[in-house]
């Protein structure tokens, strides 16, 4: 799984890259950023299933600098475990649980937010779906996960496949009463 963990710790220090350049006032340095991170996900995933300039990352190219009298440096995402699974339709794939791309003073930095599915596309690593929290309305509670509505139609997280193994990384808090948990679960 090394491997995928570094892949993946590539991607979130590529997205961490993407926001801190937002509002670097260097509007071709923040695009390039952008173009190669996109590049690590199936274009169904990277460009937000041409449905608009809108990312599965939550960030998309400028055409104009945005202005900051505080810039933000964002460090990456936590990756808290990887597993993986056997696959139907790509073979292996792994599921990394991240945090949000919150500060570290925030919470919510400290908890599960998303997961990347990666998979093998044309013997190269890509992000193949996303999964995030999902929410009761009513009450707030986190009840389990959902895919993202740029998630390829062939691939459904409630059936990943078969379990094959989990390397766990470092705790999250359990904020939420679903991090810890989710964190701990083998399957």
């Known amino acids: 799984m090394e491997e995928i963990k570094q892949f993946i710790e590539k991607l979130l220090a590529k997205e961490a890259e993407c926001w801190t350049r937002l509002d670097s006032n260097d509007l071709d340095a923040f695009n390039q950023s952008v173009r190669e991170l996109h590049k690590m996900a199936i274009d169904?995933?990277?460009?937000?299933?041409g449905i608009s300039e809108r990312?599965?990352?939550g960030i998309f190219?400028?055409?104009?600098?945005?202005?900051?009298?505080?810039?933000?440096?964002?460090?990456?995402r936590h990756l808290y475990k990887i597993s993986n699974y056997k696959n139907a339709i790509y073979g292996d794939i792994w599921v990394a649980y991240v945090s949000s791309t919150t500060t570290d003073s925030d919470p919510?930095?400290?908890t599960i937010f998303e997961a990347f599915i990666i998979g093998e596309v044309e013997n190269e690593l890509k992000v193949i779906g996303t999964m995030t929290k999902y929410k009761n309305r009513s009450t707030m509670v986190v009840i389990g996960w959902k895919a993202s509505i740029y998630n390829p139609s062939d691939l459904d997280i409630k059936k990943?496949?078969?379990?094959?193994a989990t390397e766990r990384f470092i705790e999250p808090g359990n904020y939420d009463n679903f991090s810890l948990n989710e964190y701990l679960k083998d399957i």
């Open 44 to 49: 169904r995933v990277g460009k937000g299933l």
């Open 55 to 57: 990312t599965d990352f």
């Open 61 to 76: 190219e400028r055409s104009e600098k945005e202005r900051t009298e505080n810039p933000i440096i964002y460090k990456p």
């Open 108 to 110: 919510k930095s400290k």
């Open 160 to 164: 990943l496949g078969k379990f094959v």
